[in-house]
């Protein structure tokens, strides 16, 4: 049988997403962003909303998402993604807002504006990676390192005493009224990523019946910055990262 | 001859000395005059009183902000310790005797006095001191008509307190009868 | 006839707004400014023109919530007052890289610091000189009356989109808390959703067309000679406003022998130090710049022939006095009166000032 004989639409089982562009992905093998990216087109183009998407995204490794994902974009200043989907939804309620922001970015420096956003109940997407480190400004402590994990910033490991403790912004989000839809989830394993591609397009289609805030956690790894292969990295999520970071959903009514 | 009146009206917070001067510039506004309403702020705001400099001219009204004026309006000591002084040579300063132990002195001035406090608390109606005020001020300076004072208060008052305005206007008629030069 | 109402300086600003067809205002609250919020949520716009008023939880929000709003082609604005106008810089100093229209108002109170909640001029350097990061500019605007207030938000709208650019009217709380007559003018519709994406479409985030690449709205770029050309697009357009849009108004200028030159609140106080001046037998003029920035350096520079001196009144140390002195460029002797903290001059203390310097 010829190659040519396989390629014909009978066959087809896996194609790469129309809503993702063919520029070459900067992030590191391993990386949840791409997956977490190719999952997110597939619910664009699934829901047929490419036209009517508009995304933020952050100053952290996501920072260039806009190149990879087919939308239009708007690229935020460090933390202040929910402050311009706010007004983007606000000004255009009928079209779909997703923030898309990293742990550094979302639970340290724009704190105030995720909180606020998530309580005014804006009818946005939120996805929020957490890898516990800072990446693209070379693996300095996040809020949400885990105690005695080391980064630049934290050599010794992340110390109470000198660090306070790690952030679980998510389960802070969950309390708040304006949320209708907080979950956390992962992608190191293709159940992973069905149940983390469930979840945003359920993000999704309560934001087009006005339900409030819908925030997917997307618990990660970042092998390069914690200095690991990308498979022990994995295992060194399930083992460390998911006991202090239960998967699962928080809230969802 | 054109028409310019610059006007400090002064007195303790809370005894409408802010409501007073909109009014009046709303007043002068009706009248087709340029206006300026200017509250507690530059050289005048020293003092711990509540004080705001209204303009009425036909002309267009230059700085909002003045060292001395046409007309004081003093509601308490430490206003009248403040303005008359301001007062431009053969101005007019205006003042409510009540709680006032140092009374004006300035002889190049004229003098006016009205009794607001006692005669809005003797009718029953200390809500519209203010307007008791505004009353003897405008029978000393009758630049605004009568009229155009009535529209006046009908566009400084949101609606709900229309049906205040027979009460206001009651106010003002007793502060015209009872000024009194000194 | 348009109706005339009394009005604060800062309520000018609300019905402006609305009446201009602004599509969203987000702000926070701060003295002595709070008054254009108040009046726009006591105006229920999203009732009658659609436009949203949003209280955002701190000022850094408000101007990320501009950024948001003017990437989707919408007519955006905020106000605030000095300190507030700080924490917003980070956030201008990225809408002019990204080039997108907003309108900030900066209601300007005594600083430096928390400060006072008096009047101020002391944001100048801040507002024309830049205030963020990098190399930008924006349009300011200084108004002198409430109905300046109230035209320069439809003006401010209008150069903002021409251009691309922020645009920042610079008042004070002088002009904010005080009232007016001011002329409301014939309001602007906004514009519908399929018109913002027929007029903006080319560059706004409204959702990516199927004959379109993504629209992507950013100031980032790693690469230094892209960087680089940006940075020369943005100088570039600078040119042109600078040559397009000096605005400035003169008073008994024509054979005047010395000159103030003032903004805002404090060109309506130096009006009348000419008259006081003139009364005096002494031909004084004054330039009133409109816009801060483009400065009118042309117009002083046309008076100088005549000119034996020029004196900058400010509320604040000194800072527009440095933009007059690089129009006269050492031509005739530049003086400088100022007050500062909240402090306001008399007429009559600047003509002492300017008498004193002059030796008069």
């Not at chain 2, 009540?98 to 406090?117: E, F, L, M, Q, W």
Request: charge should be negative.
């Amino acid at each position: 049988m010829d190659v040519k004989d396989i390629i014909n639409p009978e066959n087809f089982v896996y194609g790469k997403s129309k809503v993702l562009t063919d520029t070459v992905m900067h992030y590191c093998p391993g990386c949840s962003h791409g997956v977490v990216h190719k999952l997110l087109a597939e619910v664009i183009e699934e829901m047929d909303i490419q036209d009517k998407t508009i995304g933020v995204s952050p100053v952290g490794c996501a920072v260039f998402a806009y190149k990879y994902i087919d939308i239009d974009w708007q690229q935020a200043a460090h933390g202040r993604a929910p402050a311009l989907a706010t007004a983007t939804k606000r000004l255009y309620p009928d079209k779909y807002v997703v923030a898309y922001q990293g742990d550094g970015d979302l639970a340290s420096i724009g704190t105030a504006e995720i909180i606020h956003a998530c309580n005014r109940g804006e009818n946005i997407v939120v996805i929020f990676i957490n890898n516990a480190i800072y990446g693209m400004t070379g693996g300095q402590m996040a809020p949400t390192t885990l105690i005695d994990m080391k980064t630049a910033t934290t050599p010794y490991g992340r110390s109470v005493e000198l660090n306070g403790h790690p952030l679980k912004i998510t389960e802070l989000i969950a309390q708040l009224e304006g949320t209708c839809f907080v979950t956390r989830q992962a992608v190191h394993t293709p159940a992973g990523a069905r149940r983390t591609k469930r979840a945003i397009r359920k993000a999704f289609e309560n934001s087009a019946q006005k339900k409030g805030t819908s925030l997917i956690e997307v618990v990660s790894t970042c092998n390069s910055n914690w200095k690991m292969s990308p498979v022990q990295a994995n295992e060194w999520m399930v083992e460390n990262m998911f006991p202090f970071y239960p998967l699962g959903d928080l809230k969802d009514r | 001859m054109n028409m310019k009146e610059e006007i400090i009206i002064a007195g303790f917070g809370g005894q409408g000395v802010l409501s007073m001067g909109r009014i009046l510039a709303y007043s002068g506004i009706m009248q087709d005059k340029e206006v300026t309403w200017m509250p507690s702020y530059g050289p005048e705001m020293r003092g711990g009183t509540a004080n705001v400099t209204v303009i009425i001219s036909d002309k267009r009204i230059s700085s909002p902000i003045l060292q001395c004026y046409d007309t004081a309006i003093v509601l308490n000591q430490q206003a009248l310790d403040k303005f008359e002084p301001m007062v431009k040579e053969g101005g007019v300063l205006l003042y409510d005797p009540n709680g006032i132990s140092r009374h004006p002195t300035r002889k190049d001035i004229k003098t006016y006095s009205i009794n607001a406090v006692d005669l809005a608390n003797e009718m029953e109606m200390s809500r519209v001191f203010n307007m008791v005020v505004l009353g003897a001020y405008l029978k000393v300076k009758p630049i605004i008509e009568k009229d155009n004072v009535l529209a006046g208060l009908k566009k400084s008052l949101p609606e709900r307190y229309h049906h205040l305005i027979p009460l206001n206007q009651k106010a003002i008629e007793v502060g015209m009868q009872h000024v009194k030069e000194v | 006839m348009a109706e005339k109402l009394l009005k604060k300086g800062n309520e000018a600003i609300a019905l402006a707004a609305i009446r201009y067809g602004a599509d969203g205002y987000f702000g926070y609250p701060i003295t002595p400014q709070s008054e254009v919020m108040e009046t726009l949520m006591e105006e229920m716009p999203w009732e009658t023109t659609g436009m949203v008023v949003l209280q955002a939880e701190s000022e850094t929000s408000s101007i990320n919530m501009l950024y948001g709003g003017a990437c989707c082609g919408k007519k955006v604005m905020t106000s605030s007052s000095s300190p507030g106008i700080s924490l917003m810089c980070e956030g201008i100093s990225y809408m002019a890289g990204a080039e997108l229209p907003c309108l900030v108002v900066n209601v300007i109170r005594g600083g430096p610091g928390l400060g006072t909640i008096q009047p101020g001029q002391s944001d100048y350097f801040q507002a024309v000189k830049g205030g963020g990061h990098g190399d930008y500019k924006v349009i300011v605007l200084a108004p002198a009356s409430v109905q300046e207030m109230y035209d320069f938000v439809g003006l401010s709208f209008d150069l903002a989109f021409k251009y691309r650019t922020p645009v920042m009217i610079l008042s004070d709380g002088a002009i904010g808390q005080m009232m007016e007559k001011v002329e409301l003018r014939e309001p602007v519709r906004r514009l519908t959703d399929e018109e913002i994406a027929e007029k903006y479409g080319h560059w706004a985030t409204v959702g990516k067309q199927p004959h379109r690449k993504g629209n992507i709205i950013s100031s980032l770029s790693l690469e230094a000679w892209e960087m680089e050309a940006i940075n020369l697009r943005l100088q570039e357009k600078y040119k042109k406003i600078k040559e397009n849009e000096v605005r400035y108004e003169t008073l008994l200028c024509e054979d005047a022998e010395y000159l103030l030159v003032a903004f805002g609140s404090s060109a309506r106080i130096c009006e009348n130090t000419v008259e006081l001046a003139r009364e005096k037998g002494i031909k004084l003029g004054l330039l009133r710049p409109i816009t801060l920035f483009p400065f009118p350096e042309k117009p002083i520079q046309d008076l100088l022939p005549q000119l034996k001196g020029v004196m900058s009144v400010e509320l604040n140390a000194g800072q527009m006095v440095e933009d007059v002195k690089l129009a006269v460029n050492g031509k005739v002797p530049v003086e400088f009166y100022g007050r500062m903290g909240g402090s306001i001059f008399s007429p009559q203390e600047v003509f002492t000032a300017f008498s004193e310097k002059f030796n008069l």
